[in-house]
């Protein structure tokens, strides 16, 4: 039997599946970063919620551990790439609070339009304010839905029911697919512009640290009130601060902050900003939910059976002649999302080579887990990544061939717009993307990089090599592509730091330039 170390508070249900099952639950909360490395030394499993830190020492301070089992969604506190690599599989509970956080953004929707939290502190202070705490309706006004994903459909589906006119942003879900939950797709600086009200259920990551700024909040209505319960740093709080002060928007109601736990920030202060310490999924159900959910993961990993919730893929079930392709797989998902710029209506999965002859379905699972990478807070699993691509639109066909004439295996990628290839090469299995958009390349994924389609002309590179010097990006390594038959060439150019908008912009308008377009693989 198991040794399950859990170092959080957990639902007892769930704990009691485990007892049941004849495994040792050693509940030992608030341990030390010293104290964890010890006790996870003898421990099969680690049970945790958001608090504990699962480092790269925890991992390695074991051989023993076989599952991580995080009781929610989020895995901020887990490095799930050393997991990895040291056969620990991690678990999560990806539909334990999505109703609980649903309800609680319609809960801070209502309070800060009716000034709820703000009149009931008065009243107990011995304040009659009828007129000071006046309020609107949500019945006819504009909710804007940054995410449209679990949360953010069940927030629409309730705003629905208040009379509201629903728009949104969200480049991962497809027209169609938004008609038909009542919802209309816009630009995010178009729906600054024109909401009320603005409700945000995105993922944190480098794209959307701080996406709203300033610069953003400077166009939106001055009646405008914003809702945060998906992650801290995603707003600005400083920016967000000036602007209410301003005048420039009327106030907010945030769950989530940048840095937390915390009880000091700008917003505290400020009579129209009401704020909880995080309780999007502090509900009993949703507390329950997610302890029988990793219990129930536990017991199946365990038992060796298939466990649905395994965020890590490589620690599941693979052949081995698959599993070295799942991380080129990953990365050309990034790097088609990246060249589309958001979710495209159809996607081709072809598996040309020794691969084709495999089961390729977790070879198409790390395509989508590359693909949604960037547009839920879900770890893509077996069980959600085909209810992602259709909650978004996304049509998927796959298809083999065992003979690949130039490699000896190869994952190509269409859509309508672009084509991607990688493969593996030599003795230590190195990933190269080695096809974009009909031109013959070789690379290494890198986080950042560049693809650049122009006229066959002498003197582009040099362009190209010039505006990135001047903004202080060095280039990594470059593959160069004329296609032989249309005039054009492909530059596909690794950099070691973020490209701006800007540096693409000024090469995208550069004489002879197609397009230019920044892209990342990790």
């Known amino acids: 039997m198991a040794r399950i170390l859990v170092t959080e508070q957990i639902a007892d249900n769930g704990l009691q599946m485990l007892r049941d099952a004849g495994h040792t639950v050693d509940e030992m909360l608030d341990l030390s970063p010293e ?8 421990a099969d499993a680690l049970v945790i919620r958001s608090a504990t830190k699962v480092t790269q020492d925890v991992l390695e301070a074991t051989s023993t551990l076989q599952v991580v089992g995080r009781a929610g969604i989020g895995l901020d506190n887990v ?17 334990s609070n999505i109703l609980s956080a649903a309800e609680h953004t319609i809960a801070l929707l209502l309070a800060q339009a009716r000034n709820v939290p703000q009149s009931h502190s008065a009243l107990v202070q011995g304040k009659w304010e009828r007129s000071k705490w006046e309020g609107v309706e949500l019945y006819g006004k504009t909710l804007g839905v940054v995410g449209l994903g679990r949360v953010g459909a069940l927030v629409a ?5 208040f009379g509201m006119k629903l728009i949104s942003y969200d480049p991962y879900v497809s027209q169609e697919r938004a008609r038909k939950m009542g919802v209309e797709m816009r630009g995010l600086e178009d729906l600054f512009a024109e909401a009320d009200f603005i409700t945000i259920h995105l993922p944190k990551n480098k794209e ?35 602007a209410i002060k301003s005048g420039t928007i009327q106030g907010a109601a945030l769950d989530v902050f940048a840095s937390e736990p915390t009880t000091n920030s700008p917003l505290f202060s400020l009579p129209s900003v009401i704020v909880t310490p995080h309780l999007g999924a502090s509900t009993t159900e949703a507390q329950d939910k997610a302890g029988i959910t990793i219990a129930e993961q536990l017991l199946l990993a365990f038992n060796g059976d298939f466990v649905p919730f395994a965020v890590n893929v490589d620690a599941a079930e693979a052949s081995e002649t698959v599993k070295p392709f799942l991380s080129i797989a990953e990365s050309l998902g990034r790097f088609l999302a990246s060249m589309s710029g958001g979710l495209p209506a159809k996607l081709e999965v072809e598996y040309q080579g020794v691969i084709a002859e495999e089961d390729t379905r977790l070879l198409t699972l790390s395509v ?18 085909p209810q992602l691509a259709m909650e978004r639109g ?14 000896v295996n190869l994952v190509t990628l269409r859509t309508d717009d672009h084509e991607v290839s990688g493969t593996i090469a030599g003795i230590k299995g190195d990933a190269r993307i080695v096809r974009v958009d009909g031109h013959t390349v070789e690379v290494p994924p890198a986080q950042h990089m560049l693809v650049v389609h122009n006229d066959d002309k002498p003197g582009k590179i040099g362009v190209v090599g010039m505006i990135l ?6 280039i990594s390594s470059m593959a160069v592509s004329p296609s032989g038959t249309d005039g054009t060439a492909l530059m596909v150019i690794s950099v070691g730091s973020a490209i701006s908008p800007q540096v693409t912009e000024m090469i995208s308008k550069s004489d002879g330039i197609l397009y230019a377009k920044a892209v990342t693989c990790s």
Do not use: C, W
């Not at 104290?35 to 003898?42: A, C, K, Y």
């Open 157 to 161: 589906q309730r705003a629905l029911a």
């Open 368 to 385: 989508l887990k590359g693909i949604f990478s960037q547009a839920t807070v879900e770890p893509v699993s077996f069980v959600n990544a």
């Open 394 to 407: 996304l049509e998927i066909k796959e298809s083999s061939n065992p003979t690949s004439h130039d490699y």
């Open 35 to 42: 104290q964890l490395l010890e006790e996870v030394r003898t």
């Open 208 to 242: 959307t640290v701080g996406l709203v700024n300033a610069e953003l909040l400077a166009k939106s209505k001055p009646s405008l009130r914003i809702v945060n319960t998906a992650r801290g740093g995603i707003i600005d709080e400083q920016a967000l601060a000036e």
């Open 79 to 95: 490095d799930v790439a050393v997991a990895t690599k040291r056969g620990v599989m991690v678990v999560n509970a990806p539909q």
């Open 469 to 474: 010097g001047e903004a202080g990006l060095s």
